[in-house]
């Protein structure tokens, strides 16, 4: 495992250690290690995120936003379609 980002103490000598593993945003890994017998009270919850990493210009970008430009990219081309073949 690499080196802790970041270290603390949260009493009696115990401590919560973060952390990354990886060079990249693509093959990096997050790790949160506690000192045996530690009690935390968190609000945390795990989340993950989806990118699609070949499109032009969306790399590594959410799915959402990257749906989102796609939707606004073909909105785009179908009114340049209309305004070239079609009178409107």
Do not use: H, W
């Not at 270290?7 to 973060?18: A, D």
């Not at 593993?21 to 993950?48: H, I, K, N, W």
Request: net charge negative.
């Amino acid at each position: 495992m690499g080196s802790p980002t970041a270290v603390y103490e949260i009493g009696s000598g115990m401590q919560l250690n973060f952390g990354t593993v990886g060079c990249t945003a693509e093959q990096s890994l997050e790790y949160l290690t506690l000192t045996p017998g530690a009690t935390v009270r968190t609000d945390m919850r795990p989340t993950f995120g989806i990118a699609f990493k070949s499109m032009i210009g969306g790399g590594m970008e959410p799915v959402d936003m990257t749906l989102q430009r796609m939707a606004t990219l073909v909105r785009e081309i179908l009114d340049s379609f209309d305004k070239k073949f079609f009178v409107v």
